[in-house]
């Protein structure tokens, strides 16, 4: 049977490969890896970087550049966009499965950070079961998330004592605001500012490219260093064309 390893990379800091994932890496015939467009190639780079670097015999596996099918960012239903987009995704990952593997293959695709946060390779496979002509196993290797790399850029836990610690968008953050219930969130995906506006006294503790070498922390009173945050946001983007950046959000108390 057909095997397909989906592997976390880390969130951009290359010591945070597991040995697993060197292991993993080592096995397999053929590495797929999706391009976005020109904006984000340092990030098919540092795919293939991971590859170069750990793969002890460069002749063993092949590398094969997936372009992304274009998202559509504007539409006002999000869930159907993303949807479409898995099932087109879906289809490209089929054709791939059955061209490039031979029977008995290993494939692998590489999840920046951790397959399992806010990453589409496990429901695109799972659409591409659904399709129902390439027949695989799959493997999950976990990775380092951006989170516990974010977390340990501050020195800082999640959960304090024994405490929730909710995950969220930037989209969902901005739509909803920070849940009454629940004192620490994690926000991922914030396109833009989705803080403003919340109440300043809440601490804040920010990261962009965590664990590269363009590593941003700032951590304060959130109405001291929003507005620096947002400059910084602003003036990486324009520098690299690109940026990732998670925060987590946390009402004082024990
Ligand atoms: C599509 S999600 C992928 C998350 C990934 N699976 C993980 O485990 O971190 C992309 C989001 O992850 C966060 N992210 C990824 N890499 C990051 C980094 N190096 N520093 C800060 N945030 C990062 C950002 O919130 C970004 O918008």
Redesign the pocket.
């Known amino acids: 049977m057909t095997t397909i390893s989906v592997i ?1 990379i880390g ?2 800091d290359p010591e945070h490969l597991t040995l697993q994932a060197v292991r993993v890496l080592n096995d397999v015939d053929v590495v797929f890896v999706t391009d976005k467009g020109a904006t984000t190639a340092e990030l098919v780079d540092a795919r293939v970087q991971v590859c170069q670097q750990v793969i002890t015999d460069q002749d063993e596996y092949r590398l094969v550049v997936v372009p992304d099918p274009p998202r559509d960012r504007r539409s006002p239903a999000y869930r159907e966009a993303v949807e479409d987009w898995r099932r087109e995704r879906a289809l490209v990952y089929d054709r791939l499965i059955r061209d490039e593997l031979a029977d008995g293959g290993h494939g692998a695709f590489l ?5 399992a ?3 589409s390779i496990l429901p695109v496979l799972d659409h591409v079961r659904q399709i129902g002509t390439a027949a695989f196993d799959v493997q999950v290797v976990p ?1 380092v ?3 516990s ?2 977390a340990a850029g501050h020195a800082t836990t999640w959960t304090r004592t024994g405490r929730p610690v909710q995950i969220t968008t930037g989209r969902l953050l901005a739509a909803h605001g920070l849940p009454a219930d629940v004192d620490d969130v994690a926000v ?3 396109g833009g500012t989705a803080f403003d506006g919340l109440d300043p006294d809440l601490q804040v503790f920010w ?6 070498d363009h590593e941003l922390l700032v951590s304060g009173r959130l109405g001291d260093v929003a507005d620096r945050i947002t400059a910084l946001k602003a003036a990486a983007r324009e520098e690299h064309g690109w940026i ?3 925060y987590l959000l946390r009402r004082a108390g024990p």
């Open positions: 976390g969130a951009g999840a920046w950070g951790d397959p946060l806010y990453d990775g998330s951006s989170l790399a974010l991922m995906l914030d990261g962009a490219y965590v664990g590269t990732m950046d998670s």
